[in-house]
């Protein structure tokens, strides 16, 4: 069974930084693609950076140069580097994996997801 566990989340200024954080049970990042997702209220979620088993990375265009994935096996932990951030980026933050569709961005293409970790961005 696969369990994603958020945290991190928390309110910042205007350009401002946060790091998430996603517990997985063992193995997750080795066998599964994982991702970061985001959701506002009123809105769809939407995909912001997807990562495969070798590294390889695939950012939505919002956040490209302001976040960065990364990763510690040993610790089975999935990270979220957020910096610069916007009032826009505010939005429930979701950890999620899934063994098909690598480096998806779309929240139909993962399986399981964890219970979430709110960021708000004041100006």
């Known amino acids: 069974q696969v369990q994603l566990v958020e945290s991190g989340g928390g309110s910042v200024q205007s350009g401002g930084s946060l790091r998430l954080s996603c517990a997985a049970s063992?193995?997750?990042?080795?066998?599964?693609?994982m991702g970061w997702f985001r959701q506002a209220p009123g809105k769809e979620r939407e995909g912001v950076v997807g990562?495969?088993?070798?590294?390889?990375?695939r950012y939505a265009d919002s956040v490209k140069g302001r976040f960065t994935i990364s990763h510690d096996n040993a610790k089975n932990m999935l990270y979220l580097e957020m910096n610069s951030l916007k009032p826009e980026d505010t939005a429930m933050y979701y950890c999620a994996a899934d063994n098909l569709r690598c480096l998806s961005l779309s929240s139909a293409n993962y399986k399981y997801w964890g219970q979430g970790t709110q960021v708000t961005v004041s100006s």
């Open positions: 063992r193995y997750v990042y080795s066998s599964y693609c």
């Open positions: 990562i495969d088993n070798t590294g390889h990375t």
